[in-house]
């Protein structure tokens, strides 16, 4: 251990919903995109889901607010350090899109793709099981365009990157494959209790 | 629910390709750094040069990752973007702004000196960086000008004629990063103060105008660094102008 001299940092408080190396954002919400944020309205938006399924699909504005509703309330945790408690996303469970869509024996991983090009892999077991959403509304409000809006993938487990802003689809394949970050030198998987931040991590 | 006859828009494709390919061990790897100069930039920024034998060497536009640690074990971590440019000293220099009640940039503005030594681990991302090899137009606010002027020095150092130029906005010619160093490739836009004579105001259009016009004939590469606030106002601008989505890359703060 390399102490620091003088250095003593901020006041102790022991949150066990903090993982390693981060701290808390508190009411900030840094916007971190590597691009230009689209004009995207709502009636342009679009959500697909193809790959190895056995029924591709693509869902409309109105035919992706059909979907049961549901929300996720936590923390999110951003791999540049900061993490955000207590957040309130609404939307639709992944779950409720790969109910239709049904996915092949062979399916492991997932590219999701942003209306920009961006994309980030996920394996398909992180975006089951009520751990993934599609979401529009971020605290009972319209999630803002910076943000993702009109509307963006929601993974909260893992580092922020995957959750893919202005999401347009999920390709289902039986392999990992890297996204924009995860070719830039970035984790494949992402998980903030494990500190996945890089390649190597 | 309703079937659209949408096709998918083809196969997976980065909107925004990185440019190089990064070094995974040097990604991974902790190493000592050596505090060895602190210069003051302007009156919230100062610049901090850091011995790093084993640094592996970076480009323009990369940043590290920096880790602070207190005698009971607790540290902090934060990136920063690298300001000097490429070269074989086994130095690096940072240039921070002093963020009010910045758990890091308030030790390096307020406790550090020469003979003290952190934890860096890098260079990080390939996404910004820059090897030199394309037209490049950079557009930077505040400390957002740092990745840039890496740029801009190692454009001189290595006397490169790839065509370059930058526009940097500060508050006031005092809060100007680099002021001294800043040469006929820079457009400086003041937003609060200026002396008599200079306009005062953000980056409009009319800044970015005559830097398009000398569009070189493939275009030019766009980096834009800055507050979220900063890049988002500029990105609209640039892609107004005609500078194409994907040719323009975003380090926003946070």
């Known amino acids: 251990m390399n102490v620091t001299r003088g250095f003593t940092g901020r006041a102790r408080e022991h949150d066990p919903g903090l993982p390693p190396g981060q701290y808390d954002a508190r009411d900030d919400w840094p916007v971190l995109s590597a691009e230009v944020t689209p004009d995207l309205a709502p009636a342009d938006w679009t959500f697909r889901v193809d790959g190895l399924v056995e029924r591709p699909r693509t869902w409309d504005w109105d035919a992706a607010h059909a979907l049961p509703a549901s929300a996720y309330e936590g923390d999110i945790h951003c791999v540049t350090g900061w993490s955000k408690f207590g957040v309130r996303f609404g939307g639709v469970s992944l779950d409720a899109f790969l109910d239709v869509a049904r996915p092949a024996a062979a399916a492991t991983h997932a590219v999701a793709r942003s209306h920009t090009g961006y994309t980030a892999n996920l394996p398909l077991t992180d975006l089951t099981g009520g751990r993934a959403w599609i979401v529009w509304e971020y605290g009972g409000e319209p999630l803002p365009a910076e943000h993702g809006g009109p509307a963006r993938l929601v993974v909260p487990h893992l580092y922020f990157w995957k959750s893919a802003k202005w999401i347009a689809g999920i390709t289902l394949l039986d392999h990992d494959e890297p996204g924009f970050w995860e070719g830039n030198g970035y984790h494949a998987r992402g998980n903030p209790w494990e500190e996945q931040r890089y390649a190597g991590d | 629910m309703t079937e659209t ?50 640094w592996a060497g970076h480009l323009p536009g990369q940043h590290l990752m920096l880790r602070l640690t207190a005698r009971d074990g607790y540290t902090a971590q934060r990136h920063y973007s690298i300001a000097s440019a490429p070269d074989d000293s086994g130095h690096i220099e ?16 307020t406790v550090a000196r020469p003979g003290d030594t952190i934890d860096v681990r890098g260079p990080l991302s390939g996404f910004f960086a820059w090897p030199g090899d394309r037209p490049a137009l950079l557009l930077g606010a505040g400390s957002g000008v740092v990745p840039l002027m890496s740029m801009i020095r190692h454009h001189r150092a290595r006397g490169l004629a790839v065509p370059l130029r930058m526009l940097v906005s500060a508050r006031s010619p005092e809060e100007l990063i680099y002021a001294a160093e800043l040469g006929a490739e820079t457009t400086r836009v003041f937003t609060r103060g200026a002396p008599a004579g200079v306009p005062v105001g953000r980056v409009t259009a009319a800044h970015l105008a005559p830097l398009l016009a000398e569009r070189p004939p493939d275009g030019w590469e766009a980096y834009v660094c800055g507050s979220n606030g900063f890049a988002e106002h500029v990105s609209r601008l640039l892609v107004r102008a005609g500078q194409p989505a994907d040719r323009i890359r975003i380090e926003r703060f946070g």
Request: aromatic share 8%; no cysteine; glycine share 8%.
């Open chain 2, 5 to 54: 006859t949408t096709t998918p828009g083809g196969a997976p494709r980065f909107a925004v390709p990185g440019r190089i390919a990064v070094s995974e061990q040097a990604e991974s790897t902790w190493q000592t750094a050596t505090l060895t100069e602190i210069r003051r930039e302007t009156p919230h920024a100062a610049t901090f040069r850091l011995a790093v034998p084993r």
């Open chain 2, 94 to 109: 940072l240039t921070l702004d002093r963020v009010p009640d910045g758990e890091v940039s308030g030790w390096f503005h």
